[in-house]
C-alpha cells in the first residue's frame, strides 16, 4: 500500500477528525480522545482514548474485512489514524439489539436484560439537534435518506456483522448487547460500512460479572471508563488468532 500523507482537514466530529490525502479517494481518520453523550451534552477529555478506539476499531474492521463486509476501512496508520475509503455518509445510524436495555427499555418501558428472540433493527436519524430520532424505513424513504436498495443492504450486512461480532466476542467473554453502524457511498455509488466499532458505539458486558466495558461507564457515570476500553483491546488483541 503506498503511503499516503496527511493533507487538510475536511472534517471535524465528537470522536473523530477527516483529513484529505493525494488520493481523493482515500481520507486519513483521526480519532480523538474526546467523549461526549447525549447528542454532546456531557463531554471530557481522556488522554488515551483516541488511541483505544482506534485500535480496537481497527481490529474489528480488519476481522470483517477477511470475511468479507464492504468497508470504507483499508488499514491501521498508527496508533490515532486509520486510512479508509472517501465516503459520503448516509444520515442513518442503525441499531441492532440483541439484549434490551438503553433507550429501547426508556423508550418502549420495556425490561432490562431480556435477551431478544431475534436481534431488532431500528433506524435512527442522525441529527443532532433533533437527537437523533427513531424513525421507520418509510421516513427514510420518502425524505430521500436511503433507498428501498440502501434499506436491505444495511440490513443484510448489519445482521451479518452482528453474527460475526457475536462470534468474535463470545470466546473473550465478552456478551455484545448491542451496537450501532452507519453506512456510507464511494465515489462509485457502492455501499460501505463507515465510521467505527468500538465501546463508544457498542455495548459489552462481561459475561461472567456483567461489568459494562463500554461508553455506559461515561454516560452513567461509573468510573474507570478507560480501563474497560483496555480490556476490550487486550481481550482482543490477545486472543488466539487461529481460532478467531
Ligand atoms: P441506545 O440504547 O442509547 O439507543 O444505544 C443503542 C446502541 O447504539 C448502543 O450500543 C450505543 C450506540 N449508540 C451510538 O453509537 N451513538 C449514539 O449516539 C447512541 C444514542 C447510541
Ligand atoms: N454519540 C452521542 C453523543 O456523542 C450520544 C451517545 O453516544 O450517548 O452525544
Given at each position: 500500500m503506498a503511503a499516503y500523507t496527511k493533507k487538510e482537514q475536511i472534517y471535524e466530529g465528537k470522536a473523530k477528525k477527516l483529513f484529505r490525502t493525494e488520493d481523493p479517494d482515500k481520507t486519513i481518520i483521526e480519532y480523538k480522545d474526546s467523549f461526549t453523550a447525549f447528542n454532546g451534552e456531557k463531554r471530557a477529555e481522556m488522554s488515551g482514548k483516541g488511541r483505544l478506539n482506534n485500535l480496537i476499531s481497527s481490529e474489528i474492521f480488519g476481522f470483517l474485512a477477511k470475511r468479507g463486509v464492504p468497508l470504507h476501512f483499508i488499514e491501521r496508520i498508527d496508533e490515532l489514524s486509520q486510512l479508509a475509503v472517501m465516503v459520503k455518509i448516509l444520515p442513518l445510524e442503525v441499531v441492532v439489539r440483541n439484549i434490551t436495555t438503553g433507550s429501547l427499555c426508556k423508550r418502549l418501558g420495556v425490561g432490562e436484560g431480556i435477551k431478544l428472540p431475534r436481534p431488532l433493527i431500528e433506524f435512527y436519524y442522525k441529527d443532532d439537534a433533533l437527537g437523533d430520532p427513531l424513525v421507520t424505513e418509510d421516513h427514510a424513504l420518502l425524505f430521500g435518506w436511503a433507498t428501498e436498495d440502501d434499506l436491505s443492504s444495511m440490513k443484510r450486512i448489519t445482521l451479518r456483522v452482528n453474527d460475526i461480532l457475536k462470534a468474535l466476542f463470545e470466546p473473550l467473554g465478552i456478551v455484545l448487547v448491542d451496537f450501532k453502524l452507519e453506512f456510507g457511498k464511494n465515489s462509485a455509488g457502492e455501499l460501505l460500512l463507515a465510521d467505527e466499532i468500538s465501546p463508544d458505539t457498542c455495548r459489552f458486558w462481561d459475561?461472567?460479572?456483567?461489568?459494562r466495558l463500554d461508553k455506559d461507564r461515561f454516560r452513567k457515570d461509573l468510573g474507570d471508563v478507560l480501563g474497560a476500553y483496555e480490556e476490550i483491546w487486550r481481550r482482543l488483541s490477545g486472543r488466539n488468532k487461529e481460532l478467531s
Open positions: 459475561a461472567s460479572t456483567g461489568d
